[in-house]
C-alpha cells in the first residue's frame, strides 16, 4: 500500500492550471501598471468607449488596482480561485466593451497595457481576450 506525499510531483492538470494563473497574473500586473503610469491616456480610453462622464474618473483610477489585486490574488493558492474568477469577470466585461465597440464600427485605442500598448481596437484583441477568458476559466475550475 502506497501512501501519498505531500511532496509529490503535481500533475499536468496541476501544472496547466499554475501556468494558467502565473500568465494571467503577468498580464494583468503589466496592464495595470501601464493604466498606473499613464493615467491621462487611461482616462481617454475609458472615454472612447463610451463610459459616461461622471463614471470617468473614478472607472479610470479603479480598473488599475482592481487589475493589481486581481494579479495579486492569483499567486497564493488559498486566493487563486478567487482571483481567476475576478479575472473572469474583467475579462469578460473587456470582451464585451471591445466586441461591442467593433460591432457600431468604433476602433479607439484600447490602451490595454498603457501606454506600451495604445493601438486602436481589432479582431485580434477579441481573440486574445478568448484565449484568456479560457485561461481564467480553466484557472478558476482548477482552483
Known sequence: MQSSSPCQAAGPVDTAALTARLVLAAVLFTA??????????????????????ALIGP????LP????????ALLPDPT???GALS????????????????ARGR??????????????????MLVRNCLLLGAAAFAAWKG
Open 80 to 82: 487563486s480561485r478567487w
Open 59 to 62: 472607472l479610470a483610477v479603479t
Open 87 to 102: 479575472a473572469l469577470v474583467l475579462l469578460a466585461a473587456f470582451t464585451a466593451a471591445i466586441a461591442a465597440s467593433l
Open 32 to 53: 495595470a501598471l501601464g493604466k498606473l503610469a499613464d493615467r491621462s491616456g487611461s482616462r481617454r480610453a475609458v472615454a472612447d468607449f463610451g463610459v459616461p462622464a
Open 107 to 124: 476602433r479607439p485605442p484600447c490602451h490595454c497595457f498603457g501606454q506600451m500598448r495604445a493601438a486602436p481596437l481589432d479582431s485580434s
Open 65 to 72: 488596482l482592481v487589475e493589481l489585486a486581481t494579479a495579486l
